[in-house]
């Protein structure tokens, strides 16, 4: 990589950082054998509970099956209907299908790329149970409105907080506004482990009691109920438990970053730096701009060594995996609209005002 080269993400300027820390937590997993459950894990979810402020987390194998977990602990049945965000990660509409209930997607606000409440009660059927929305790039999904709606008609909610550890809604922090909130660790992500590993955290003690038992076979020596296998282990979560205290720090970099940028990209050709709402804090786990210039940017930086990324090419509803739903672009206008003008920037806590500059130069030269 050519020193003038800007990563999209430096996970290893991170471990860099705590090095010493890190590499001494492996060697005490290995040196305990505590590879499964043990002292390590447990502590993790010590740790997290304790960050989000909830009552209860259950740690488990990576973010996605938190999401599974959750669904299957609140009983979904066959036929049930849940409505989700037309732009995420599919992990977050997969679940859903997964765990035997029937995708239903929402469009987005064209503002923060997140459900647009607006439109929730037209997906609303009488066999609707839940909804999932998502904190999409670090920015919350509007959980006053959505809190509303899901009261009104009795349905409960699963933040899927992925991208969004430490970001608030009105000061509240995300993960603590639903009947359950999932967590990925995945090495990219705003905390991140060097693996798969994720968590999902309830205020519900018989709900966390039973994603526990079935995230872990039904439970060790007795059996209650059939279960899966969806464990963190102990190498993942003793990394975890050495970066947690980072993450405060990590997510004011990454605030500051994205202001920067907010405020060097201003006025630059067509681009649209992303917004934040006036309720939210915002973490910031993707930096995406919208333009219609998108191709010459991509030249640009491949050329130059900048990476970037776009999360993701299509709305949910347009991928193969979907065809049967039969969708079409004018049922999710605003997604359709944001998935060829977004791209994602470098973006991440260690990342220098010399590395910002080089992207802000080449985003200047495009135009
Ligand atoms: C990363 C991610 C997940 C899943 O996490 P994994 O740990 O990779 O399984 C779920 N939803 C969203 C929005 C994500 O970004």
Redesign the pocket.
């Known amino acids: 990589m050519s020193p003038l080269s800007v990563p999209f993400a430096d996970l290893h300027a991170q471990y860099l950082s705590l090095k010493m820390e890190i590499d001494r937590a492996i060697e005490e997993v290995i040196s305990e054998s505590a590879f499964i459950r043990g002292r390590f894990v447990d502590q993790f979810e010590e740790n997290f509970k304790r960050l989000i402020g909830v009552q209860h987390c259950i740690s488990c194998a990576?973010?996605?099956?938190a999401?599974y977990i959750a669904m299957k602990g609140l009983g979904i049945k066959p036929g049930d209907e849940v409505i989700t965000t037309a732009h995420?990660?599919i992990?977050?509409s997969e679940t859903i299908t997964q765990a035997g209930g029937k995708v239903v997607f929402c469009d987005t606000s064209l503002d923060n790329f997140t459900i647009d409440p607006g439109q929730i009660e037209s997906k609303i059927t009488p066999r609707t149970v839940g909804i999932i929305p998502?904190h999409?790039y670090g920015h919350p999904a509007d959980m006053g409105q959505i809190l509303v709606i899901a009261k009104e008609h009795n349905l409960w909610i699963i933040e899927?907080c992925?991208?969004a550890h430490l970001a608030k809604y009105k000061g509240q922090q995300v993960g603590t506004f639903g009947v359950a909130a999932t967590f990925?660790?995945?090495p990219g992500?705003n905390l991140g482990a060097m693996g798969?590993?994720?968590a999902l955290v309830t205020r519900d003690s018989k709900l966390a009691d039973w994603c526990a038992l079935y995230a872990r076979h039904g439970g060790k020596g007795e059996h209650l109920i059939e279960g899966i296998n969806s464990r963190m282990d102990g190498l993942q979560a003793a990394i975890l438990n050495v970066k947690m205290p980072m993450l405060k720090e990590w997510t004011i970099k990454r605030r500051a970053i994205a202001k920067r940028y907010d405020e060097l990209l201003a006025g630059v050709g067509d681009l649209e730096v992303p917004k934040a709402s006036p309720d939210v804090e915002h973490v910031y786990h993707l930096y995406v701009i919208k333009t219609a210039n998108r191709e010459a940017i991509q030249k640009k930086f491949s050329e130059n060594g900048v990476g970037f990324s776009v999360n993701y090419p299509k709305a949910l509803p347009f991928y193969p995996a979907y065809a049967q739903l039969g969708h079409t672009p004018t049922d999710f206008p605003n997604a359709h609209r944001d998935q060829s003008r977004i791209l994602s920037l470098p973006i991440f806590p260690e990342m220098t005002e010399v590395q910002q500059d080089r992207v802000v130069g080449f985003l200047r030269e495009c135009f």
Do not use: C, E, M, P
């Open positions: 990576n973010g996605t099956d999401i995420s990660w992990s977050t998502v999409l899927d992925a991208q990925s660790f995945y992500k798969d590993a994720g």
